[in-house]
């Protein structure tokens, strides 16, 4: 095989009061990458299309995460064409550097005829996001990789495991066009937490895996609090308390902030809540006057997949 | 019925990285307890065997906790005859408070036709616990009365769910017959925690849960940790560090302090390495000089069974 497309999903981090712990991956929005064999050595970026990222490979998320496959290959002779089909926007909050590092890594694996597992690949794609934000973290590219729900129980030793995902779960999700940079969404954040807090929080956490794993919609509902992160960052997005609530009273199971924003998300039980979530997205954000988009998709629990 | 004689059994509450969330039923150590109804209206409990308990009922956890259950049946004309056999040491940290309150409102619920489910049963039963401690935790008599390993969510409001129990999943335990109050245990926690412990902490209770449910013993093993409250508490409890240390090379798969303390649990995989782990135990505790009992037995995931 010489070249091979595939579909890298978005993904949303921290789900509520799983904050740099849990993940889920989306089956929209999700960017598109065609990777190549070359008989020339060495990783080129050959095209983006729809996002303004740099293509030299090795200050490229993707090309970082590429190097690093195949430097534990030990086949610096590979040459590898990446051309990139963005459409999960930079800067968002739900993996768009994750899904270039995860999908470029998959491919290459596949071309590879496969010699890495999938955690493996997780290591290789979290030196993408080394470079997109300084820290080396895992929280987007495990669930672009495993695809469902994933749980980063610790990192030294990284320790990743996939968790269930309930059949009729949906995500919505709505992408508010302003900038939320990573490194300002971590300075707010408190250094020390409340005990109560706390217990409160890894209560919510159990809660919410048993509530995967039991196909518990209510229980869900009820874990999806966080009581230490959201109360201060929901000042970065506007109108985020009117827009949670009103998306619990059309239906949400609950939801917030994806990663570190801006994009917020909400959890439904089935199809139909989950656009009745979208619509009223729409109807708080219309009036706001600030350029969104709103998605709305199942778990996709398959990760990164081989469309061509 | 007139009269029923049940078990109930020990509990481990906190269970490593869970505190204040997760607890377990254990099938040893438990206390026997007969409940006979009687003509003459009132509660009365004739007799505690095995401690220096209170026999008057509103001073009896045993006591309060029927009294709250007769309250919220509304018939304040029965009379409920209590008497206890206590195996479960009082103060040893396995839930000795919680079985007597347990078992007390199972029995008076069988001998009624069971008119309140199990989860009312718990409420009635943590009335108990506040005489016992000033508070209405529920982390021992949610597993007490539950059985198997139960999670609290929430007090506020209640939210109790009963997890998975693995098959092979056998606890050993400890009870180096000292004291520690309780009130003393908390007293040294910190009122702050930092964020990166707290993170640690609900990555590793996410992974507990998840463990238990994709029978996972391994990873169950791994997320046996607590960052929070046993660095604070093992100065409690004698030889802790030592015990730990060698019942994990031992092969038990983790464990810590059981509720307050000074019980130690730990968790093993099968029969034979629990009594491996009991064997340790009690191999780093003769020399001490501290009486001490060690228990092995299987999760209990019945709670409180009726046994005549």
Redesign the interface.
Known sequence: MDSIKVFAPGTVANVA??????GLALDAPGDEMILRRSSEPGIRITAIHGADLPLEASRNVAGVAVQALLQKYERPDIGIEIEIFKNIHPGSGIGSSAASSAGAVVGVNHLLGEPFTKKQLVRFAMEGERLACGSAHADNVAPAILGGFT????YRPL?I?G??TPEHLWVTVIHPQIEVKTSDAREI???????TD?????????????GL??D?YE?IS??LEDV?VEPVRAILIPAFHELKLKCKEAGALGGGISGSGPSVFMLSKGEENARKVAATMDSVYAPLGVDYKIYVSQINTAGVKVID
Chains 1, 2 share one sequence.
């Open positions: 009061c799983g904050f740099d712990v849990i749980l980063v129980r610790s320790d495991t968790l269930r954040l408190k250094q020390k937490v409340l005990m706390a217990i409160r929080q890894w209560g919510n956490v159990a809660a919410l895996v048993a794993y039991q518990d229980l009820r874990s230490i």
